[in-house]
């Protein structure tokens, strides 16, 4: 089964990540988030199916996030306007994502991925 795996290949964390999904052999299908980011759609999708709550899908250490100072501002908005705003700008997204057709796993953590992937 072939997993889209969401990335920024600037991100240390995704190159981890990547190579990990190589080792393991698990087949996949790249994808820059910044050169091509989700759209509102794919990511209300995306949310609903990882059953987590929507503010896991934001960057929430990158700049663009502080800068935005999101932080004290995402509490005051509905889920359609979160959802129009990470699909504006792929820095916006945690990253990596990999989107299977019954998982959606949001960041690298080894034991998960290896729990859902393997």
């Given at each position: 089964m072939k997993v889209l795996f969401l990335e920024y290949p600037k991100c240390t964390t995704c190159k981890k990540a990547k190579k990990w999904l190589e080792e393991h052999k698990v087949d996949f299908e790249g994808r820059d988030i910044?050169?091509?980011?989700?759209?509102?759609?794919?990511?209300?999708?995306?949310?609903e199916r990882s059953r987590l709550p929507l503010k896991r899908f934001f960057n929430t250490s990158g700049l663009l996030y502080k800068s935005m100072q999101l932080k004290d501002r995402l509490a005051d908005m509905s889920e359609e306007e979160q959802l129009r705003l990470l699909s504006g700008d792929g820095m916006l997204v945690k990253r990596p994502l990999i989107i299977g057709e019954d998982k959606v796993l949001v960041g690298f953590k080894e034991a998960e991925w290896e729990k859902t992937l393997l």
């Open positions: 910044k050169e091509k980011n989700p759209t509102a759609d794919e990511l209300k999708s995306w949310h």
